[in-house]
């Protein structure tokens, strides 16, 4: 399964996502967006409120639980663990049954996140024009940008 890996981000809530180019399909951390809705910024907490949630939604036949996957992503601490991913359907689902304000925004990103890819499969150039926008918002330089672009498209030529 050929895997792209991204982190978005929804009100500083940094989220870890991996597309699937196979099903065309973005999983997200459900213990991330649990942390975004319950705005609880320590890991460990959304965790535990994540595996309570799991445990209720089992309980009451949900399917919801069953349709989460887990690969491994990426922590804080530089390590790959397996965790509980989520494409936006069941996620959506999964969002429904935490009581927050914040459902309906997160429910609103995901849409937008599904469209920008949808942009930028027809028009690669997009997510290419999005990377240098956001490289500049986290204070890169123009020659950074363009060192990174081209290490890029030497890696590309390497692996091909």
Known sequence: MNKEHALAVFENFKIRRVYDEKSETWYFSVVDIIAALIQQPDFQTARKYWNKLK??????????VANCHRLKLEAADGKKYATDVADPETLLRIIQSVPSPKAEPIKLWLA????ERIQDMSDPARSLDRARQYWKQHGRSEKWIQQRMMGQETRNKLTD
Do not use: I
């Not at 445990?55 to 919801?64: A, D, I, V, W």
């Not at 937008?112 to 469209?115: A, L, R, S, T």
């Open 55 to 64: 445990e209720r939604l089992k309980k009451e036949g949900n399917q919801s």
């Open 112 to 115: 937008k996140v599904g469209y």
